[in-house]
């Protein structure tokens, strides 16, 4: 009897513990996961429109410099981005030197300063890879729709909205979702930047900045509550199945294949 009781009492722990997840920290999550995707993609896109601007002079030396940050490991520059940004760090040090602040700014010990620097890194790390891909696109679109609309007046606003954004898209729709998805298990940012904090009160095992997976990681190795750490897995996988299916089958790159 007593095996049965202890199995019964943690099992209503691990489900009173489940339930320790506030709202606000699943909906702020999934906030974060669109807002790296949807930075990552559209500042890739816009370095790749100034990069194929014509007339811009040492383009491919501008293009080198953006891509060396591929070159480099991704958890070297987290590590040094996390130096770079610390309390005691250059970035605070030039800021205080130069009279700017009074003391140093928490970009990774407050909660709101520390998702603002993650997204900021996160654009450094992943803009790259999304200006190459966006690049390949814009150098192989037809000029003829585009020559067309200049001698009707459009302006390029115009022409980027109506014309290279949509095929764009279309192409980069299944790159997309990926990234998504990605940031969903975006471990290394968070990992290697802050670690998941600063650490909150409110939360279970998990700090203001933790995702799905990083909490998963703390549930196993550091809190050993496997039940629970269980239910997280399966959950990271629903949403990532549901999410892709569902956006994948809905875009127009997925029906024009059909269709075809």
């Given amino acids: 009897m007593r095996l049965e009781e202890r199995a019964e009492a943690r099992l209503r722990t691990t489900l009173f513990t489940a339930t320790r997840l506030p709202a606000?920290?699943?909906?702020?999550?999934?906030?974060?996961?669109?807002?790296?995707?949807?930075?990552?993609?559209?500042?890739?896109?816009?370095?790749?429109?100034?990069?194929?601007?014509?007339?811009?002079?040492?383009?491919?030396?501008?293009?080198?410099?953006?891509?060396?940050?591929?070159?480099?490991?991704?958890?070297?520059?987290?590590?040094?981005?996390?130096?770079?940004?610390?309390?005691?760090?250059p970035l605070n040090g030039l800021l205080q030197t130069l009279h700017l602040t009074n003391g140093p700014i928490p970009f990774l010990t407050d909660p709101l300063w520390a998702k603002f620097s993650i997204i900021f890194v996160n654009m450094w790390i992943g803009i790259p890879f999304t200006m190459l891909v966006a690049t390949g696109i814009i150098m192989n679109l037809p000029t003829e729709q585009i020559e067309a609309a200049e001698i009707d007046g459009a302006s390029k606003f115009q022409i980027f909205k109506s014309i290279t954004f949509p095929q764009i898209l279309l192409i980069m729709a299944p790159s997309l979702i990926q990234q998504f998805i990605g940031n969903i298990n975006n471990f290394n940012v968070i990992y290697f930047l802050t670690g998941g904090g600063p650490t909150n009160s409110e939360y279970y095992q998990a700090g203001s900045t933790d995702l799905l997976v990083t909490w998963l990681y703390k549930l196993t190795v550091s809190a050993k509550d496997y039940n629970l750490a269980s239910v997280i897995g399966i959950l990271i996988f629903a949403i990532s199945a549901t999410f892709s299916l569902l956006a994948y089958t809905r875009s127009s790159s997925f029906k024009e294949g059909a269709a075809k």
């Fill in 24 to 89: 606000a920290f699943a909906l702020g999550a999934l906030a974060f996961f669109f807002a790296e995707a949807a930075t990552t993609f559209f500042f890739g896109i816009v370095l790749a429109l100034l990069l194929n601007t014509k007339g811009l002079k040492f383009k491919k030396v501008w293009s080198t410099l953006f891509v060396i940050t591929i070159a480099v490991p991704q958890f070297v520059s987290l590590l040094l981005m996390r130096n770079f940004l610390n309390d005691h760090g």
